[in-house]
């Protein structure tokens, strides 16, 4: 008899590896699925004002509209499957009420701001076209006024919530091999 899958989280800031992570997962597991919160519309498309105004307000993550994602999470979670596991990006973990609720385990993964932020970089320049230089200097003042708010916030409110924390900077193989065994 097939069960519902186990739904295994990835939080962290952006460029903290959680989809590096969840990729080196699927190659190891290749009949697990794979949903991040990132494919759906959310914080992350939110204006820099209304993000501060959000923060300024207490940054309740409840408020942030993710019911799409959260509905994908659902289906997931309860359709029969072979594949035991399903690994989220999920960078509100359990400080969301609704999505909490669908989280079997929690990881967060640790990394110094100005590293993730370097990968990030990386990865956008990387790309077959990489931004103008313009949106990276539009980028880094947001940062200044408000992502790296955004980032400490997130930190303070999700991290407490995480059945287990990874070292981010360990190599890909380690983190993979970790989670495997955490998650038996």
């Keep these: 008899m097939l069960s519902p899958r186990r739904l295994i989280a990835f ?9 590096s992570l969840i990729n ?5 597991l290749p009949d697990a699925s794979a949903l991040a919160m990132d494919d759906f519309s959310g914080p992350e498309t939110q204006a820099s004002m209304q993000l501060d105004t959000w923060l300024d307000a207490g940054g309740d993550f409840n408020l942030m509209d993710i019911s799409s994602f959260c509905d ?4 997931l979670k309860t359709s029969k499957s ?3 596991v399903a690994f989220i990006e999920a960078p509100l973990g359990r400080a969301h009420a609704r999505s909490a609720t669908m989280l079997d385990t929690l990881f967060w993964i640790d990394i110094p701001f100005d590293i993730s932020m370097a990968r990030n970089f990386l ?9 103008p230089p313009t949106w990276f200097q539009d980028y880094l003042t947001q940062y200044l006024q408000v992502t ?3 980032l400490e916030h997130q930190r303070r409110v999700v991290r407490p919530g995480a059945d287990h924390l990874l ?18």
């Design 11 to 19: 939080a962290g800031p952006p460029g903290s590896g959680k989809s």
């Design 82 to 84: 072979p594949a035991e």
């Design 148 to 150: 790296r708010r955004v």
């Design 24 to 28: 080196g997962l699927l190659q190891r």
């Design 72 to 75: 994908a999470m659902a289906t």
């Design 167 to 184: 070292d981010g900077l360990l190599p890909l193989p380690r983190l993979v091999d970790a989670v495997l065994e955490l998650i038996g």
């Design 123 to 131: 990865a956008l320049y990387q790309q077959n076209t990489p931004p």
